[in-house]
């Protein structure tokens, strides 16, 4: 079984399967494009999946000191204040089920994160044409606010409510008519930002995604993709 695992989510499989189920919920009008939200978790890593080999021999001898591992970046494992770990990218439908998933190592960190996550969600059309790839609205909170993504989203002329940093929010102001126009918030639409975390909640319900046993980052990323699934099948 486990063999299976590892090669569906290496020749994308699991992708495929979660793009038919998704076009397949998008014709029958169970996909709620009026909100689309972007967040992350962090999920530890257990001591199965850190097995990088060390940068550099070991030192042996009395007296030695032992050298830390050094993880590959893109086997999506870093260190953090949790200790080892990685972090889930997510966009989730209004619905609470996801969209796009991203899996980077645990200390990245979450804006940078937006753009390659919005270009994973392509949920293609049954009756063909072009597959849709915009949310009517997106919603993110703070660590999500930089002027690199609020041009993104502009350019693709979609709509979003994602809160401006105090800190941002002053270098603009310092700035005068060459900061540009202060970001649009609505606190009634920010509220909905509450449907990719119970989203992400419904997704570290199984183990195997709230803890990391997969040792490479294609595997893991096809653990999550099965929990993904699960989650659209059974709604």
């Given at each position: 079984?486990?063999?299976?695992?590892?090669?569906?989510?290496?020749?994308?499989?699991?992708?495929?399967?979660?793009?038919?189920?998704?076009?397949?919920?998008?014709?029958?009008?169970?996909?709620?494009?009026?909100?689309?939200?972007?967040?992350?978790?962090?999920?530890?890593?257990?001591?199965?999946?850190?097995?990088?080999?060390?940068?550099?021999?070991?030192?042996?001898?009395?007296?030695?000191?032992?050298?830390?591992?050094?993880?590959?970046?893109?086997?999506?494992?870093?260190?953090?204040?949790?200790?080892?770990?990685?972090?889930?990218h997510l966009a989730g439908e209004g619905g609470r089920r996801p969209l796009a998933l991203l899996i980077t190592p645990g200390q990245w960190g979450d804006a940078p994160q937006l753009i390659p996550v919005m270009e994973r969600i392509r949920v293609s059309r049954l009756c063909g044409g072009r597959p849709r790839t915009?949310?009517?609205?997106?919603?993110?909170?703070?660590?999500?606010?930089?002027?690199?993504?609020?041009?993104?989203?502009?350019?693709?002329?979609?709509?979003?409510?994602?809160?401006?940093?105090?800190?941002?929010?002053?270098?603009?102001?310092?700035?005068?008519?060459?900061?540009?126009?202060?970001?649009?918030?609505?606190?009634?639409?920010?509220?909905?930002?509450?449907?990719?975390?119970?989203?992400?909640?419904?997704?570290?319900?199984?183990?195997?995604?709230?803890?990391?046993?997969?040792?490479?980052?294609?595997?893991?990323?096809?653990?999550?993709?099965?929990?993904?699934?699960?989650?659209?099948?059974?709604?």
């Amino acid at each position: 079984m486990y063999e299976r695992h590892r090669r569906w989510s290496a020749d994308g499989t699991w992708d495929r399967v979660f793009a038919a189920i998704l076009a397949d919920a998008d014709a029958e009008g169970r996909i709620d494009w009026s909100m689309v939200s972007v967040d992350s978790t962090s999920c530890r890593a257990h001591q199965h999946a850190a097995g990088a080999r060390r940068t550099a021999p070991r030192v042996r001898g009395k007296g030695a000191r032992a050298r830390p591992r050094q993880h590959r970046p893109d086997e999506g494992l870093g260190r953090s204040r949790g200790g080892l770990t990685c972090k889930i990218h997510l966009a989730g439908e209004g619905g609470r089920r996801p969209l796009a998933l991203l899996i980077t190592p645990g200390q990245w960190g979450d804006a940078p994160q937006l753009i390659p996550v919005m270009e994973r969600i392509r949920v293609s059309r049954l009756c063909g044409g072009r597959p849709r790839t915009r949310p009517d609205h997106l919603g993110g909170d703070k660590a999500y606010s930089s002027r690199r993504n609020r041009r993104y989203l502009r350019r693709r002329q979609i709509k979003h409510t994602i809160p401006e940093p105090k800190n941002q929010r002053a270098n603009r102001q310092r700035r005068g008519s060459r900061g540009g126009r202060p970001a649009g918030f609505d606190k009634t639409i920010y509220k909905r930002r509450n449907e990719v975390e119970r989203t992400i909640n419904a997704l570290k319900n199984f183990r195997a995604v709230a803890t990391r046993f997969d040792k490479r980052v294609y595997i893991f990323h096809g653990t999550v993709t099965v929990a993904a699934i699960r989650l659209w099948l059974g709604s």
